[in-house]
């Protein structure tokens, strides 16, 4: 099962220029123009803590203190998943068996982080592919700068989502061939797991083309058609773990499609708006109230998919009978816990939207920044707990 409960994320023309995945954050000197021009956005990655003030006399001193820090919702969301899918796997390890030969600990616990790291590149992509449609188009001097930058570091994403997808692709067919050099090309042709992942990167790598336009056109190219691409990108994502092998296949794989695709915009969705719009008064107060309807939806969409995938997923295993699967199983464990975070989560969103949302909405001071940056840290835990979960043995 993946989620995904996301799955990273901007240089000095966003109108011209195709990013590099490695591209580095602009020096401190570059992000301090007096004001920004029409077509040149002076901000980078979005600050945690920085408001949308210009001018007076410590905007120098706020910039320097806020321009390290402008990672930390993306940080949270990749530090946690990858905790928690090391100490997810290391708790689900089957037993090595004598005489058979086994992949190796590269593999062991190099293909669930780079599957969390495909996951939050993904996710990433979505989000900042919706960052433009949440923004709306009505005030394009105050938005088109912020969207701009989205464009670019969707870019960004797509092309590390790619990357990871090959690379996953690559310690796939090893750890199915232990042992031996991996045919990667008899992996993919043969193994339904491995056309998912090439499928998937292809998707990413086409984003990347499309968000390489809107780079150069703006909204000329629709953010519906950058958001429609993102997400198709996700759909074969799920036929690389149990959904692939369950009896009620058809049912079973519609669930799990919604719920990769509601985890990945309720998560990238969130993520986008914490790093560019936590400190931006006015634009989140227009902003945050749509996004709060998406992701009402796809909290109902996650938790009733993920709840019905994982328990179907018990009961098809008669080794076990349910309800003790859930308590002496790895799986069953896992999913208490995914179920735990999910939980957690939707407190949390709670808190968002019915205390903070109304004095948002009112651009009053609030802590934003901080819930939010929670909410996405346990975000990422769910996340790695799902690659495990995909992973885990079910018996």
Known sequence: MTTTPDHTLRSASPETDVPQAGADLPSLDESRSDLPSPDKSTDDLPSLDASARTGDAGSDRRVADTESRRPIPLAAVAVAGVFAVVIATWLTAPDEAPG???????VDYGLPIVRLLLDVAALSTVGLSLLPKLLGFDDPDRTEPIAARARHWAVVSALTWCAAALLATLLSAAEVMPGQIPDVAYYVETIGSGQGLVVSASAALVSAAIGTLAIRFGEKVPAELRILLAMFGLLPLPVTGHASNWYWHDLSMVSMELHVI??????????????????????????????????????????LSGLFNGIVELLLTPTTPFPDSLFTTGYGQLLLAKTA??????LLAANIRWRLLPAITRAHPTAFATWATVELTIMGLAYGVAVALTRAPVA
């Open 100 to 106: 058979i030969a086994v992949p190796g600990v590269v």
């Open 262 to 303: 509601g985890a990945s915009a309720w998560t990238g969705g969130l993520l986008a708006i914490t790093l560019f719009l936590a400190r931006n008064r006015d634009l989140l107060a227009t902003t945050l109230p749509r996004f709060s309807r998406l992701a009402t939806i796809s909290l109902l969409l996650v938790g």
């Open 341 to 346: 975070f999910a939980a957690t989560i939707a």
